[in-house]
């Protein structure tokens, strides 16, 4: 069985940034939880020391819709 959390929010830039950073803490931590905000819960994660990192950015150019860039980040391992 499989459990997901989701969120989507519109964030400033600088509230996007403080995010992450609090992300990257969690990860350099000596803990072996990782707790992931996610809207207004939060999800505790066991990542092991090597994590796999996938990135994939997409730029769409449309004249009737205008211009469109997503960047996925997905972190992936077996706890």
């Known amino acids: 069985m499989a459990q997901r959390t989701t969120a989507d929010e519109t964030l400033p830039r600088e509230e996007l940034a403080a995010y992450f950073q609090d992300l990257a803490r969690e990860f350099e931590g000596e803990d072996e939880e990782v ?20 990135v994939e950015v997409v730029e769409r150019s449309s004249m009737l819709r205008g211009n469109r860039e997503t960047v996925e980040i997905e972190l992936s391992w077996k706890p």
């Open 35 to 54: 707790i992931v905000p996610v809207g207004n819960k939060n999800v505790s994660l066991s990542p092991p020391h090597n994590v796999d990192v996938s």
